[in-house]
C-alpha cells in the first residue's frame, strides 16, 4: 500500500528534476514567457490561480490574472518601479518593486528582480529554488521565501525568450490611484 501511494505521488510531479545542462540554458536566457498557474501558500492560507506572466532580465515582471472577457489583476515592476492594477476597479496602486511591497500586497518576502533570477535559473543564495523540466523546457519552478512561503508556477509551453518590448509598460493611469494599504486589502491575500 505504501508503494501505491509513493506511486501515486510521483505521477502528480511534472516532469523531471532539472539536469545542468537545462539549468545553464535557462540561466543564459534573457526572458521567458508563459501561461500557466500561480499557486501562493503561506501561513495566511493559499490562493491559485490561472495567469499569463513574462519576465526579462535584470527586473522586469509582468503578471496577468484573466477575467471573462478581459483582466482581473495586473502587475507590472521594471527598472525598480512596480504598478499593481484592478481593472474592473479601475484603480491602481504605483510604488517601488521591493520585498517589501510584495509581501504587503502577496504575503510573499520576494522582490520582483529575485523572482525573475529565479524564474530563469539564476536566483539569489537567499531563496530556495526548484525546478522541474519537460521537453527541455521549464514545466514548473518552486520558490521558497524567507517568511514561510511558496510560490509555484505551472507553466504551460513557454518560450526562452524576451517578451515584446511594450509588456512591461505600465499603461495609462487608472480612475483611482490606491495607497498600498488599499490594495492589500482589496486583493486579501495577506489577513
Do not use: Y
Amino acid at each position: 500500500m505504501a508503494l501505491l501511494a509513493m506511486s501515486l505521488g510521483a505521477c502528480a510531479t511534472r516532469g523531471h528534476v532539472a539536469t545542468p545542462d537545462e539549468m545553464a540554458l535557462l540561466a543564459k536566457a534573457g526572458g521567458l514567457s508563459s501561461a500557466g498557474r500561480i499557486t501562493l501558500e503561506g501561513p495566511k492560507g493559499k490562493f491559485s490561480a490561472r495567469v499569463v506572466f513574462g519576465v526579462a532580465r535584470p527586473d522586469s515582471l509582468r503578471i496577468e490574472i484573466p477575467a471573462g472577457t478581459g483582466l482581473r489583476f495586473l502587475l507590472v515592476a521594471k527598472d525598480g518601479k512596480l504598478r499593481a492594477d484592478l481593472p474592473g476597479d479601475e484603480a491602481m496602486f504605483e510604488g517601488p518593486a521591493t520585498s517589501e511591497v510584495m509581501k504587503a500586497l502577496f504575503g510573499i518576502d520576494l522582490a520582483p528582480q529575485d523572482l525573475v533570477g529565479a524564474i530563469l535559473g539564476s536566483p539569489p543564495d537567499s531563496l530556495s529554488v526548484s525546478w522541474r523540466f519537460e521537453r527541455s523546457l521549464p514545466a514548473r519552478t518552486t520558490i521558497r521565501g524567507s517568511n514561510d512561503t511558496r510560490l509555484t508556477l505551472n507553466l504551460d509551453d513557454p518560450e526562452i525568450r524576451l517578451p515584446g518590448s511594450r509588456a512591461f509598460d505600465f499603461g495609462p493611469p487608472r480612475k483611482s490611484s490606491w495607497t498600498l494599504r488599499e490594495m492589500s486589502d482589496r486583493l486579501g491575500l495577506t489577513r
